[in-house]
T-cell receptor
Framework: RKEVEQDPGPFNVPEGATVAFNCTYS??????FFWYRQDCRKEPKLLMS???SGNEDGRFTAQLNRASQYISLLIRDSKLSDSATYLC??????????FGAGTQVVVTP | NAGVTQTPKFQVLKTGQSMTLQCAQD?????MSWYRQDPGMGLRLIHY???????DQGEVPNGYNVSRSTTEDFPLRLLSAAPSQTSVYFC?????????????FGPGTRLLVL
């Protein structure tokens, strides 16, 4: 069983709609949590870190639920440019970062 | 700053050949790592290093060797290439040990083993 699991999707989202998806992790000692965005055939780039209190960056909101061991990402007012694969990652105390397989989001006109 | 650089961008190998994928960063990051990415599998950690002279295995280390003689460089060696090693390889770095810090990724090396 992978340490970090994600629904692969694709999530097909009309432009302007809201989409949300989760990521579960099995290591209760995980220290830090992240969402990365990856465009086709490109390297992953950090979208946002996920803090215990939840955090927002524009149209993106991330939440962490330590009790149930999952993180979530919500995208409001989806744009065509939001089409990508979203990877969640967790680190242990050494900073070893492990990823889920990614959730594909396709925003349609 | 160039960030994280990887060479080559593309490589075709025959089964049994060996090669080294190069990774360098100019951000003085302590932590560096190698991932491979295959369709449907996401990024899987091959090896990582928390500083010069220190390396450790990740999730899928078999068939790969690493060394970290300097802070800047973290090469990945394929000892005897196999078709199962066909993949896209990403190198990443961060500081301090990845906690609360962005991991910067290189542009990737696309490897095809025939």
């Amino acid at each position: 069983r992978k340490e970090v699991e994600q629904d692969p999707g694709p999530f097909n989202v009309p432009e302007g709609a809201t989409v949300a998806f989760n990521c579960t992790y099995s290591n209760s000692a995980s220290q830090s949590f992240f969402w990365y965005r990856q465009d086709c055939r490109k390297e992953p780039k950090l979208l946002m870190s996920v803090y215990s209190s939840g955090n927002e960056d524009g149209r993106f909101t991330a939440q962490l639920n330590r009790a149930s061991q999952y993180i979530s990402l919500l995208i409001r007012d989806s744009k065509l440019s939001d089409s990508a694969t979203y990877l969640c990652g967790t680190t242990d105390s050494w900073g070893k970062l492990q990823f889920g397989a990614g959730t594909q989001v396709v925003v349609t006109p | 700053n160039a960030g994280v650089t990887q060479t080559p961008k593309f490589q075709v190998l025959k089964t049994g050949q060996s090669m080294t994928l190069q990774c360098a960063q100019d951000m003085n990051h302590e932590y560096m790592s190698w991932y491979r990415q295959d369709p449907g599998m996401g990024l899987r950690l091959i090896h990582y290093s928390v500083g010069a002279g220190i390396t450790d295995q990740g999730e899928v280390p078999n068939g790969y060797n690493v060394s970290r003689s300097t802070t800047e460089d973290f090469p990945l060696r394929l000892l005897s290439a196999a078709p199962s090693q066909t993949s896209v390889y990403f190198c990443a770095s961060s500081s301090p040990r990845g906690t609360e810090e962005t991991q910067y990724f290189g542009p990737g090396t696309r490897l095809l083993v025939l």
